[in-house]
């Protein structure tokens, strides 16, 4: 059973992490208004006066223009040291597949996923057995794999639903090492950057150094791979300069100074508030400015590490000695964390022709992360480590909402017949004759899960605006069902655009080559 608790909803924004944005609008709004009474009180033909009103009512209508429009989008990430375990046979409960209102992106972190050299090289050929299980699970709730990254033990890997994938744009990822004096991959941390919508964002998962006497190295490690992390984005080319970050991971942070025996009392009494205090991590917070930026909801739920596989006790070894050296059982912590950062205001300042910049694009399109939830799920034993969720709403004012291409298909197609569509390029992008569109049967799991696919106009560029017409000269499946065609971006290395789903008939061919029984005077042959 997920160990839940009523977790306060943790909420912070692009202006404030303080003061509510929607409370401020309306308090400006109420202020203009005051002023435009003002003005119609003493409304004459002065053109003065005239202009006056004018220029009122601009500024509340657009104080109202830009607070309405905002949508939320739900995130539910989850971060798992998976301890190079075999996944389990369900991923279900772990993913809330149940939960209302229904998720839109899903962000998964695993740390020390099997990363043997034969191993390895096999999952570089083929998606590794976690991938596969995640795939299983989301592709038939209507998720598609968007992108992953893997360096040694640690995936990365982004789920999104259909309707939102041709406005997650400019996706890169990178990776950084720090085993072994930064030579190893075993412990480090892999990115994801994106844009949703037109809003930058970027996920990192870390793993950092473990023990509980290297709280100071771990500090280093983050400030490692945030300085060495780059991305070829002339807007965003840090992992800092993203409008959101989320950094997740199993980060090894210890409980620190507290015996077992009170540690263990507390947690057995659900007394987490009283180890607080000696995380490690919270009391880096107070000294390290780089932290302070981030938040992180309240540890109200057990600590993730250590546990004793396929159960819900903490760790039970034996002391043992080996080579001279005494074993002994590591004690709880919360080493598994969600943590996020908005990116601060910029502050004004003045240039040599004492001009005054600052970040304007936050003022008109604020993001707003509220954390809906923050547990473990401690009904998973595969591992020593539990994994942890998180749960948040996104909201924010859409920044893009024309998609780049757009496809369209006339009636049914079927095998039997030649199946053509047209596709349209609508706005400027990095658009190549390598680009092609793949024909997906509903409940797809990736852009590489396609039935078949034809490449775009192959002698040139399409013009914006131009209607091109394409046949797909391969086999068509031979089987009724669902299906849209997806127009992939081999620059943006993902789908851009889908057709409106329709319907492939069944063949005649199929009845001839035993795929379907014969129907006979409404009797199956």
Known sequence: MSDTSDVPRVRSDSTSSMTSQSTSARLMLRQRLAQLLTCLEDLSSDDEANEEVSRTLDEAFHLCGRYTNRESFRLHMVTWNVSTAEPPADVRSL???DSQPATDLYVIGLQEVNATPVRYISDLIAED????LFMDTLAPMGYIKVTSVRMQGLLLILFAKQVHLPFIRDIQSTYTRTGLFGYWGNKGGVSVRFSFYGHMLCFLNCHLAAHMNYALQRMDEFEYILDTQDFDMYNTPNVLDHKVVFWFG???FRIADHGMHFLRSSINNGRFNLLWDRDQLTMMKKKEPILQEFEEGPLRFKPTYKFDRFSE????RAPKTWFGFTGKKRKPAWTDRILWRIKPKAIETEDENSSTTSSVDDDEYPVKVMQEMY????SYGVSDHKPVIGTFNLEMRKKVETPLVTLTVEEHWSADENATFTYTILENFE?????WIGLYKIGFKSA???STFAWVKDDEVAAIGEVVTVQIKNELPLLAGDYVLGYYSTNMQT???????FQILESKRAVMEGLVPENINGHEK
Do not use: M
């Not at 547990?375 to 401690?378: G, I, N």
């Not at 658009?431 to 680009?435: G, I, K, L, M, P």
């Not at 789908?495 to 789903?501: C, D, K, Q, V, Y």
């Open 313 to 316: 006790t903490y760790d039970t």
């Open 250 to 252: 199993d980060l090894n």
């Open 431 to 435: 658009s190549s004759t390598w680009d």
């Open 95 to 97: 993913l809330q597949l």
């Open 448 to 450: 590489s899960d396609y």
């Open 375 to 378: 547990t473990c799920d401690v």
């Open 495 to 501: 789908l851009i655009a889908f057709s409106p789903t």
């Open 129 to 132: 057995s976690w991938s596969h």
